[in-house]
Protein backbone atom coordinates (compact mmCIF):
# COMPACT_ATOMS: atom_id res chain seq x y z
CA UNK A 1 0.00 0.00 0.00
CA UNK A 2 1.60 3.47 -1.14
CA UNK A 3 2.55 5.63 1.61
CA UNK A 4 0.15 8.65 2.11
CA UNK A 5 1.75 11.96 1.97
CA UNK A 6 1.55 13.90 5.26
CA UNK A 7 -0.67 17.26 4.13
CA UNK A 8 1.74 20.67 4.67
CA UNK A 9 -0.13 23.34 6.52
CA UNK A 10 -0.75 27.02 5.28
CA UNK A 11 2.42 27.55 7.75
CA UNK A 12 4.59 25.08 5.89
CA UNK A 13 3.86 26.42 2.74
CA UNK A 14 4.04 29.92 3.19
CA UNK A 15 7.68 29.06 4.97
CA UNK A 16 8.92 26.59 2.46
CA UNK A 17 11.89 28.28 0.40
CA UNK A 18 13.80 24.94 -1.39
CA UNK A 19 13.63 24.78 -5.19
CA UNK A 20 12.12 22.02 -6.77
CA UNK A 21 8.64 19.74 -6.31
CA UNK A 22 7.10 19.29 -2.95
CA UNK A 23 3.62 16.97 -2.33
CA UNK A 24 1.94 19.10 0.11
CA UNK A 25 -0.62 16.40 0.62
CA UNK A 26 -4.33 16.25 0.69
CA UNK A 27 -5.52 15.51 -2.74
CA UNK A 28 -2.71 12.91 -4.66
CA UNK A 29 -0.56 14.60 -7.04
CA UNK A 30 -0.81 17.80 -5.71
CA UNK A 31 2.68 19.59 -6.35
CA UNK A 32 4.09 23.00 -4.79
CA UNK A 33 6.66 23.41 -7.76
CA UNK A 34 9.61 26.01 -6.16
CA UNK A 35 11.69 27.76 -8.38
CA UNK A 36 14.73 29.37 -7.77
CA UNK A 37 13.72 33.04 -7.82
CA UNK A 38 11.83 31.96 -4.93
CA UNK A 39 8.22 32.08 -7.49
CA UNK A 40 5.50 29.33 -6.21
CA UNK A 41 3.08 27.69 -8.31
CA UNK A 42 0.69 24.70 -8.11
CA UNK A 43 0.82 21.59 -10.55
CA UNK A 44 -1.37 18.68 -9.85
CA UNK A 45 0.74 15.56 -11.47
CA UNK A 46 -1.77 12.81 -12.99
CA UNK A 47 -2.44 10.11 -15.21
CA UNK A 48 -5.50 10.93 -18.26
CA UNK A 49 -6.31 7.77 -19.74
CA UNK A 50 -2.25 6.35 -20.91
CA UNK A 51 -1.06 9.79 -20.74
CA UNK A 52 0.87 11.46 -18.04
CA UNK A 53 -0.40 15.37 -16.99
CA UNK A 54 0.87 18.14 -15.05
CA UNK A 55 -1.68 19.84 -14.89
CA UNK A 56 -1.11 23.97 -13.93
CA UNK A 57 -3.56 24.82 -11.61
CA UNK A 58 -2.01 28.35 -10.99
CA UNK A 59 0.42 30.28 -8.88
CA UNK A 60 1.29 31.22 -5.38
CA UNK A 61 -0.15 33.12 -3.10
CA UNK A 62 -2.97 33.94 -5.49
CA UNK A 63 -4.11 30.68 -5.36
CA UNK A 64 -4.27 29.45 -1.61
CA UNK A 65 -3.38 25.93 -0.31
CA UNK A 66 -7.30 25.05 0.25
CA UNK A 67 -8.22 27.04 -3.39
CA UNK A 68 -5.31 24.38 -4.78
CA UNK A 69 -6.86 21.34 -3.22
CA UNK A 70 -9.90 22.09 -4.11
CA UNK A 71 -9.16 22.73 -8.20
CA UNK A 72 -6.90 19.36 -7.54
CA UNK A 73 -9.96 17.61 -6.73
CA UNK A 74 -12.08 19.20 -9.13
CA UNK A 75 -9.61 17.86 -12.13
CA UNK A 76 -9.76 14.54 -10.74
CA UNK A 77 -13.64 14.19 -10.55
CA UNK A 78 -13.41 15.53 -14.63
CA UNK A 79 -10.88 12.63 -15.25
CA UNK A 80 -12.97 9.96 -13.31
CA UNK A 81 -15.99 11.47 -15.74
CA UNK A 82 -13.45 10.17 -18.59
CA UNK A 83 -12.62 14.30 -19.12
CA UNK A 84 -8.87 15.60 -19.81
CA UNK A 85 -8.75 18.59 -18.16
CA UNK A 86 -5.88 20.11 -20.24
CA UNK A 87 -8.17 18.98 -23.43
CA UNK A 88 -11.41 20.79 -22.15
CA UNK A 89 -9.84 24.19 -21.79
CA UNK A 90 -7.79 24.16 -24.78
CA UNK A 91 -11.12 22.85 -26.72
CA UNK A 92 -12.74 26.06 -25.19
CA UNK A 93 -10.22 28.20 -26.38
CA UNK A 94 -10.09 26.74 -29.98
CA UNK A 95 -13.60 27.37 -29.72
CA UNK A 96 -13.66 30.88 -28.93
CA UNK A 97 -11.19 31.00 -31.62
CA UNK A 98 -12.97 30.14 -34.41
CA UNK A 99 -15.97 31.97 -33.68
CA UNK A 100 -13.66 35.29 -32.99
CA UNK A 101 -12.31 33.96 -36.95
CA UNK A 102 -15.82 33.07 -38.19
CA UNK A 103 -17.64 36.43 -37.12
CA UNK A 104 -15.06 38.93 -35.76
CA UNK A 105 -14.55 39.04 -32.33
CA UNK A 106 -17.49 39.74 -30.41
CA UNK A 107 -18.14 41.84 -27.30
CA UNK A 108 -19.07 38.39 -25.64
CA UNK A 109 -15.69 36.32 -26.81
CA UNK A 110 -13.75 39.71 -26.00
CA UNK A 111 -15.46 39.55 -22.22
CA UNK A 112 -15.04 35.65 -21.87
CA UNK A 113 -11.01 36.20 -23.09
CA UNK A 114 -10.48 39.13 -20.64
CA UNK A 115 -12.76 37.35 -17.57
CA UNK A 116 -9.90 34.35 -18.12
CA UNK A 117 -6.77 36.67 -18.45
CA UNK A 118 -8.00 38.33 -15.17
CA UNK A 119 -8.99 34.86 -13.02
CA UNK A 120 -5.52 34.68 -10.76
CA UNK A 121 -7.07 38.30 -9.59
CA UNK A 122 -10.19 37.55 -7.97
CA UNK A 123 -9.60 36.23 -4.65
CA UNK A 124 -12.27 33.72 -4.49
CA UNK A 125 -15.20 32.11 -6.93
CA UNK A 126 -17.55 34.66 -5.33
CA UNK A 127 -15.59 37.60 -6.77
CA UNK A 128 -15.24 36.31 -9.77
CA UNK A 129 -19.00 35.10 -10.28
CA UNK A 130 -19.87 38.39 -9.48
CA UNK A 131 -17.48 39.97 -12.15
CA UNK A 132 -18.97 37.92 -15.00
CA UNK A 133 -22.60 37.69 -14.39
CA UNK A 134 -22.72 41.16 -13.78
CA UNK A 135 -21.64 41.73 -17.54
CA UNK A 136 -23.37 38.64 -18.81
CA UNK A 137 -26.46 40.08 -17.38
CA UNK A 138 -26.62 43.85 -18.56
CA UNK A 139 -24.13 44.23 -20.79
CA UNK A 140 -23.66 40.98 -23.06
CA UNK A 141 -27.72 40.58 -23.31
CA UNK A 142 -27.29 43.79 -25.09
CA UNK A 143 -24.08 44.15 -27.22
CA UNK A 144 -22.86 40.20 -26.83
CA UNK A 145 -23.10 39.82 -30.84
CA UNK A 146 -21.82 43.30 -31.33
CA UNK A 147 -18.17 43.31 -33.12
CA UNK A 148 -16.07 44.85 -30.11
CA UNK A 149 -14.09 47.17 -32.73
CA UNK A 150 -17.42 48.69 -33.20
CA UNK A 151 -18.85 49.47 -30.34
CA UNK A 152 -19.42 52.86 -29.29
CA UNK A 153 -20.37 55.15 -27.10
CA UNK A 154 -24.34 54.68 -27.64
CA UNK A 155 -23.58 51.06 -27.39
CA UNK A 156 -22.35 51.52 -23.56
CA UNK A 157 -24.52 54.27 -22.91
CA UNK A 158 -27.51 51.45 -24.09
CA UNK A 159 -25.69 49.40 -21.53
CA UNK A 160 -25.69 51.87 -18.53
CA UNK A 161 -28.43 53.77 -18.14
CA UNK A 162 -31.25 51.84 -17.59
CA UNK A 163 -29.72 50.66 -14.75
CA UNK A 164 -27.68 54.13 -13.76
CA UNK A 165 -30.44 55.74 -11.35
CA UNK A 166 -31.88 52.78 -10.03
CA UNK A 167 -28.27 50.22 -8.97
CA UNK A 168 -25.60 52.77 -9.37
CA UNK A 169 -23.28 50.97 -7.58
CA UNK A 170 -23.74 47.71 -9.81
CA UNK A 171 -23.63 50.36 -12.84
CA UNK A 172 -20.31 52.22 -11.74
CA UNK A 173 -18.93 48.46 -11.22
CA UNK A 174 -20.19 47.49 -14.72
CA UNK A 175 -18.88 50.58 -16.75
CA UNK A 176 -15.54 49.48 -14.97
CA UNK A 177 -15.30 46.07 -16.10
CA UNK A 178 -16.68 46.72 -19.33
CA UNK A 179 -13.75 49.84 -19.14
CA UNK A 180 -11.51 46.42 -19.15
CA UNK A 181 -12.55 44.69 -21.66
CA UNK A 182 -12.18 47.01 -24.02
CA UNK A 183 -8.74 47.59 -22.63
CA UNK A 184 -8.19 44.06 -22.93
CA UNK A 185 -9.33 44.29 -27.00
CA UNK A 186 -7.32 47.36 -27.41
CA UNK A 187 -4.45 46.20 -26.64
CA UNK A 188 -4.76 42.72 -27.88
CA UNK A 189 -5.18 44.22 -31.57
CA UNK A 190 -9.19 43.70 -31.98
CA UNK A 191 -10.30 47.72 -31.62
CA UNK A 192 -8.76 51.09 -32.06
CA UNK A 193 -9.17 54.34 -30.24
CA UNK A 194 -10.02 55.80 -27.22
CA UNK A 195 -12.58 53.57 -25.02
CA UNK A 196 -16.00 54.65 -24.92
CA UNK A 197 -16.29 53.22 -21.56
CA UNK A 198 -13.91 55.66 -20.07
CA UNK A 199 -15.07 57.83 -16.83
CA UNK A 200 -13.11 60.93 -16.67
CA UNK A 201 -13.31 63.17 -19.44
CA UNK A 202 -16.33 61.20 -20.97
CA UNK A 203 -18.76 59.76 -19.26
CA UNK A 204 -18.81 61.81 -16.44
CA UNK A 205 -20.17 64.47 -18.59
CA UNK A 206 -23.09 62.60 -19.83
CA UNK A 207 -23.84 60.60 -16.83
CA UNK A 208 -24.98 61.89 -13.55
CA UNK A 209 -21.90 61.21 -11.07
CA UNK A 210 -22.73 58.08 -8.70
CA UNK A 211 -21.84 60.17 -5.51
CA UNK A 212 -25.06 62.21 -6.23
CA UNK A 213 -27.48 59.79 -7.28
CA UNK A 214 -26.10 56.94 -4.83
CA UNK A 215 -28.05 56.63 -1.47
CA UNK A 216 -25.98 54.91 1.12
CA UNK A 217 -27.91 51.74 2.78
CA UNK A 218 -26.20 50.25 6.05
CA UNK A 219 -25.98 46.55 6.67
CA UNK A 220 -29.09 46.26 9.38
CA UNK A 221 -27.01 45.46 12.61
CA UNK A 222 -27.81 44.43 16.40
CA UNK A 223 -27.54 47.12 18.79
CA UNK A 224 -24.30 46.22 21.07
CA UNK A 225 -27.26 46.68 24.14
CA UNK A 226 -28.58 43.22 22.44
CA UNK A 227 -25.91 40.90 21.89
CA UNK A 228 -25.71 39.42 24.92
CA UNK A 229 -29.41 38.11 24.62
CA UNK A 230 -28.77 37.27 21.38
CA UNK A 231 -25.70 35.62 22.38
CA UNK A 232 -27.81 33.74 24.97
CA UNK A 233 -30.33 32.51 22.08
CA UNK A 234 -27.79 31.51 19.54
CA UNK A 235 -25.64 29.17 21.78
CA UNK A 236 -28.62 26.75 22.10
CA UNK A 237 -28.86 26.57 18.41
CA UNK A 238 -27.15 23.24 17.33
CA UNK A 239 -24.96 22.62 13.62
CA UNK A 240 -22.45 24.20 11.86
CA UNK A 241 -24.39 27.47 11.20
CA UNK A 242 -25.25 28.75 14.56
CA UNK A 243 -21.33 28.17 15.45
CA UNK A 244 -19.93 29.88 12.51
CA UNK A 245 -22.28 33.08 13.10
CA UNK A 246 -20.44 32.48 17.01
CA UNK A 247 -17.42 32.39 15.61
CA UNK A 248 -17.74 35.69 13.28
CA UNK A 249 -19.11 37.53 16.22
CA UNK A 250 -16.53 36.97 18.88
CA UNK A 251 -13.95 37.52 15.98
CA UNK A 252 -15.88 40.91 14.33
CA UNK A 253 -14.59 39.01 11.08
CA UNK A 254 -16.04 38.90 7.46
CA UNK A 255 -18.67 36.29 6.44
CA UNK A 256 -16.57 35.08 3.99
CA UNK A 257 -13.62 35.06 6.52
CA UNK A 258 -15.09 32.95 8.60
CA UNK A 259 -16.90 30.50 6.72
CA UNK A 260 -14.26 29.51 4.52
CA UNK A 261 -11.52 29.45 7.76
CA UNK A 262 -9.51 25.96 7.97
CA UNK A 263 -8.00 23.82 10.65
CA UNK A 264 -4.51 24.87 9.22
CA UNK A 265 -5.06 29.07 10.12
CA UNK A 266 -5.65 27.67 13.78
CA UNK A 267 -2.65 28.15 15.89
CA UNK A 268 -4.37 26.98 19.54
CA UNK A 269 -1.07 27.05 21.06
CA UNK A 270 -0.64 31.01 20.72
CA UNK A 271 -4.39 31.21 20.38
CA UNK A 272 -4.20 33.00 16.47
CA UNK A 273 -6.32 32.54 13.51
CA UNK A 274 -3.94 33.95 10.24
CA UNK A 275 -6.29 34.40 7.32
CA UNK A 276 -4.16 34.57 4.05
CA UNK A 277 -4.05 37.92 1.69
CA UNK A 278 -6.22 35.38 -0.72
CA UNK A 279 -9.25 35.51 1.39
CA UNK A 280 -8.96 39.05 2.72
CA UNK A 281 -10.46 42.34 1.43
CA UNK A 282 -7.33 44.62 1.68
CA UNK A 283 -5.48 41.32 -0.03
CA UNK A 284 -3.13 41.20 2.88
CA UNK A 285 -2.44 38.54 5.66
CA UNK A 286 -4.18 39.12 9.10
CA UNK A 287 -3.86 37.50 12.29
CA UNK A 288 -6.78 37.55 14.13
CA UNK A 289 -6.31 36.99 18.44
CA UNK A 290 -8.85 34.47 19.74
CA UNK A 291 -10.37 34.77 23.31
CA UNK A 292 -10.61 32.06 25.39
CA UNK A 293 -14.17 31.64 24.65
CA UNK A 294 -13.33 30.79 20.77
CA UNK A 295 -10.61 28.13 21.61
CA UNK A 296 -13.36 26.51 23.45
CA UNK A 297 -15.65 26.82 20.57
CA UNK A 298 -13.13 25.54 18.40
CA UNK A 299 -12.02 22.91 20.45
CA UNK A 300 -15.89 21.68 20.99
CA UNK A 301 -16.26 21.53 17.14
CA UNK A 302 -16.50 18.05 15.13
CA UNK A 303 -13.79 17.24 12.28
CA UNK A 304 -14.91 16.10 9.82
CA UNK A 305 -13.00 13.81 6.93
CA UNK A 306 -12.27 14.70 3.69
CA UNK A 307 -13.25 18.45 4.69
CA UNK A 308 -10.41 21.30 5.69
CA UNK A 309 -13.02 23.29 7.13
CA UNK A 310 -13.83 24.72 10.35
CA UNK A 311 -17.86 24.92 9.58
CA UNK A 312 -18.57 22.48 6.43
CA UNK A 313 -21.89 22.02 4.68
CA UNK A 314 -23.47 19.01 4.23
CA UNK A 315 -21.14 18.49 1.28
CA UNK A 316 -17.48 19.31 2.90
CA UNK A 317 -17.09 22.67 1.40
CA UNK A 318 -17.26 25.94 3.01
CA UNK A 319 -21.13 27.12 4.34
CA UNK A 320 -23.21 29.60 1.70
CA UNK A 321 -23.48 33.36 2.87
CA UNK A 322 -27.18 32.41 2.30
CA UNK A 323 -26.97 30.06 4.74
CA UNK A 324 -26.06 32.73 7.30
CA UNK A 325 -28.86 35.16 6.43
CA UNK A 326 -31.23 32.94 6.34
CA UNK A 327 -30.06 31.62 9.87
CA UNK A 328 -30.31 35.35 10.92
CA UNK A 329 -34.24 35.59 9.18
CA UNK A 330 -35.16 32.31 11.05
CA UNK A 331 -33.92 33.98 14.24
CA UNK A 332 -36.03 37.17 13.31
CA UNK A 333 -33.31 39.65 14.15
CA UNK A 334 -33.26 42.86 12.69
CA UNK A 335 -29.46 42.11 10.97
CA UNK A 336 -27.45 40.19 8.59
CA UNK A 337 -24.32 38.42 8.91
CA UNK A 338 -22.38 41.45 8.39
CA UNK A 339 -24.23 44.11 10.73
CA UNK A 340 -22.26 42.30 13.70
CA UNK A 341 -19.04 44.18 12.39
CA UNK A 342 -20.93 47.55 12.98
CA UNK A 343 -22.40 46.01 16.58
CA UNK A 344 -18.83 45.38 17.79
CA UNK A 345 -17.72 48.81 16.09
CA UNK A 346 -20.08 50.96 18.20
CA UNK A 347 -19.91 48.57 21.27
CA UNK A 348 -15.97 49.67 21.28
CA UNK A 349 -16.43 53.50 20.54
CA UNK A 350 -19.48 53.72 23.07
CA UNK A 351 -18.40 51.57 25.43
CA UNK A 352 -15.18 50.92 26.02
CA UNK A 353 -11.40 53.61 26.25
CA UNK A 354 -9.58 51.38 23.71
CA UNK A 355 -7.89 53.78 20.79
CA UNK A 356 -9.77 54.00 17.33
CA UNK A 357 -6.96 52.44 15.86
CA UNK A 358 -6.91 49.13 17.62
CA UNK A 359 -10.49 48.82 16.85
CA UNK A 360 -10.04 49.73 13.18
CA UNK A 361 -6.95 47.40 12.90
CA UNK A 362 -9.22 44.35 14.63
CA UNK A 363 -11.96 45.15 11.54
CA UNK A 364 -8.98 44.46 9.46
CA UNK A 365 -10.12 48.20 7.90
CA UNK A 366 -7.71 49.64 5.45
CA UNK A 367 -5.38 53.22 6.62
CA UNK A 368 -6.99 55.87 5.16
CA UNK A 369 -4.53 58.16 5.83
CA UNK A 370 -1.13 57.69 3.55
CA UNK A 371 1.42 59.17 6.24
CA UNK A 372 -0.10 56.80 9.45
CA UNK A 373 -0.11 53.84 7.14
CA UNK A 374 3.40 54.54 6.35
CA UNK A 375 4.78 54.89 10.13
CA UNK A 376 2.13 52.23 11.35
CA UNK A 377 3.52 48.97 10.66
CA UNK A 378 2.61 46.78 13.30
CA UNK A 379 0.01 44.66 14.34
CA UNK A 380 -1.22 45.69 17.78
CA UNK A 381 -1.48 42.05 18.58
CA UNK A 382 -1.43 42.56 22.56
CA UNK A 383 -3.43 45.53 22.44
CA UNK A 384 -6.06 43.74 20.12
CA UNK A 385 -6.18 40.74 22.08
CA UNK A 386 -7.13 42.77 24.99
CA UNK A 387 -9.76 44.47 23.29
CA UNK A 388 -11.35 40.85 21.76
CA UNK A 389 -11.19 39.41 25.14
CA UNK A 390 -13.31 42.05 26.37
CA UNK A 391 -15.26 41.70 23.78
CA UNK A 392 -16.22 37.89 24.65
CA UNK A 393 -17.06 38.82 27.50
CA UNK A 394 -19.45 41.56 27.28
CA UNK A 395 -20.80 38.92 24.91
CA UNK A 396 -21.58 36.51 27.99
CA UNK A 397 -23.22 39.28 29.45
CA UNK A 398 -27.15 40.37 28.52
CA UNK A 399 -29.92 42.26 29.72
CA UNK A 400 -32.62 42.00 31.77
CA UNK A 401 -35.17 43.98 34.52
CA UNK A 402 -32.00 44.23 36.77
CA UNK A 403 -29.51 45.53 33.97
CA UNK A 404 -26.93 43.66 32.45
CA UNK A 405 -25.69 40.14 34.47
CA UNK A 406 -23.48 37.51 33.34
CA UNK A 407 -25.16 34.37 31.75
CA UNK A 408 -23.91 31.65 33.82
CA UNK A 409 -25.18 33.73 36.66
CA UNK A 410 -28.61 34.55 35.21
CA UNK A 411 -29.48 30.81 34.30
Known amino acids: MPKKTPEM ?13 HAV ?23 VGNRRRNIGLGGYPEVTLVRAREKAREAREMIEQGKDPVEEKQAMKRALAKQSKEKGMTFEVAARLCFEKKAPEFRNAKHAHDWFSSVERYAISVMGST ?25 TRLRQRMENILNWATVSGYR ?11 LDAILPKPTRIKNSKHFPALSWHEIGGFMNRLRKCNG ?34 TIPGGRMKAGKEHRVPLASDVIDLLQGLPRFEGSPYLFPSSKGGPLSDMAL ?27 TNFPREVAEMAL ?48
Open 325 to 351: SMFCRRMEIESVPHGFRSTFRDWCAES
Open 192 to 202: EGDNPARWKGH
Open 240 to 273: SVPRCLEFLILTACRSGEARSAVWDEIDFESKTW
Open 25 to 47: GGVPGLLLVVKESGAKSWILRTV
Open 147 to 171: PVGEIELQDVLAVLKPIWQDKTETA
Open 9 to 21: TALEIRRLRVPGR
Open 364 to 411: AHSIGNGVEAAYRRGELLDKRRHLMDSWAKFCNMREDSEGIIPISRAL
